[in-house]
Structures are given as C-alpha cells and as structure tokens.
C-alpha cells in the first residue's frame, strides 16, 4: 500500500467499465477503528499488457491512498484495504487504474466508482461504543460496565457533539486518547475475568495490534502501569495521526476562509 500520489502520463487511456469492479465500504465498528474496503477486479478479455500493474486509489478531498492489486495477468486484490489515511466526514470514491510498469504511463482507468455500504456482522463487536445521554454540564464521560465493558457517553443537550466527535480530528484528539488512558486502568489483567466479563479481550487484541504488550511488566507498580498505559496511549496516537490530521484541516479551513 503507498499513500502518496505518483506522477503517472494518461495519454490514450481505456476507459474500463464499471460493471468490471465491485467495491465494498465496511464503515468502522467503532471510534477506534477506520472504515475499510474490499473489492473484485474482472479485466477479463481487455487488451492489457500482462505485468501492467493494478490499482485501486481512494480518496476524498485531497486525501488519497494507493492499493497494489497485483497485475492485469495475476489480480491480487488486498482482502481488507483499511482507509486510514483517508479524511473523514464525506463520501470516499474509488478509481481503478492499468499502469504501464515502465513508464508509469496510465493503460486503463474506471473514475468515480462508489462503494457499496456493507451492514454491521453480527459477531462484530465495537470496542467502545457511543452512547448520547443527559450529562448534565459534562461533555463527554467513560462508563465501563464489568459486563459489557467501556462506552463513550456524549451529552445530548449539544446539538452536533457526536457526529462532531465521530468525525472532526481536533475533537477526536482531545477525547479518545484520554479515554482510552481511563479505560487501560479499568482492564483486569488477562485471566481474572470472571465468565461474565470478558471485554477486555478485545481490548488486549487490540493491544497486540498495535504492537504493545497486553498487560504492564508489574501490576503492583503504579510506576510500571502508567508508563505502560502512557506507551499504549502514545502507539494509539500515532496509529490515528491526530496532529497530522489536525494540521491538515486547519490549513485547508484557512486557504478556504483566506
């Protein structure tokens, strides 16, 4: 996967239907996680060099990622193209480009293509939910239930809050990493839930996720569990590039306002 645009030369480009390419937009399970894609490619009987490469290319805004999809001779389409790089808050698009390996010469193109919205699984559980209720002058609170586990309270008498929070960076990162610092304090350590209260088992995959170790190296030690749950916290961040993301609209809102 590139996330970066490539100077490529469309000259006498094949226009490739879109019946030959189904996209499938699977929206985030939850705050923490991004939507992701998943596609079928068929250039069956088009008049392509065989080593050309494929490509799918979202994007919205000026925002874009790249997915390598093998080559016209040998499609091999990612099984789940996660949309991290992507900004939020619009309807992605897709194009499907024909490359010429060489020359970087654009053989084929399919533009405009608008996934299909897949519904929720049924054994897909969201790590941390968001619920609206009456908070009273509290914007935003933490409630971990020892059965369910932990979800985002938002207070109802702020016309927008949550759409806001689901999708506006600066919100975003001035609420989940501090969540996410409450939650890691609440998460048992792996085997002591009881048969009811097995949340956390998400929560320590999604751990393992970002490469961070599921527990601190002493639970006895408030030293060892802050600087656990302060590198956990910081993997978080990183992973969802909160400041990057924050400059970016900032400076599309003042070029805009400018």
Not at 92 to 118: H, T
């Amino acid at each position: 996967m590139v996330s970066v645009q490539s100077r490529v030369n469309s000259t006498d480009r094949t226009r490739i239907t879109r019946d030959r390419v189904s996209i499938l937009l699977d929206p985030p399970a939850d705050l923490l996680a991004f939507p992701c894609a998943s596609a079928t490619i068929d250039l069956t009987d088009m008049d392509f060099p065989p080593e050309a490469d494929v490509v799918l290319e979202a994007y919205y805004r000026s925002s874009t990622m790249r997915f390598n999809c093998g080559k016209t001779n040998t499609i091999n389409i990612p099984s789940r193209m996660e949309l991290s790089d992507i900004d939020l808050g619009g309807a992605v698009q897709f194009r499907l480009l024909v490359i010429e390996s060489a020359s970087g010469q654009i053989l084929g193109s399919a533009e405009g293509l608008r996934p299909a919205k897949s519904g929720e699984s049924p054994d897909r559980q969201p790590l941390l939910t968001l619920r609206e209720t009456d908070l009273g002058h509290e914007l935003w609170r933490i409630d971990v239930d020892p059965r369910v586990g932990p979800v985002l309270l938002v207070n109802n008498t702020v016309p927008g809050l949550a759409a806001q929070i689901r999708s506006v960076p600066l919100l975003q990162g001035l609420v989940l990493p501090h969540a996410f610092r409450l939650i890691l304090r609440e998460l048992n350590a792996e085997g002591e839930e009881d048969g009811d209260d097995l949340w956390g088992d998400g929560w320590r995959k999604f751990l393992g996720e970002l490469g961070h170790s599921t527990e601190p190296e002493d639970s006895d030690d408030p030293d060892s569990v802050d600087d656990w749950i302060q590198s956990a916290v910081s993997a978080f961040c990183e992973l969802k590039d909160f400041a990057s993301r924050v400059r970016v609209e900032s400076s599309v809102l003042e070029s805009t306002n400018g």
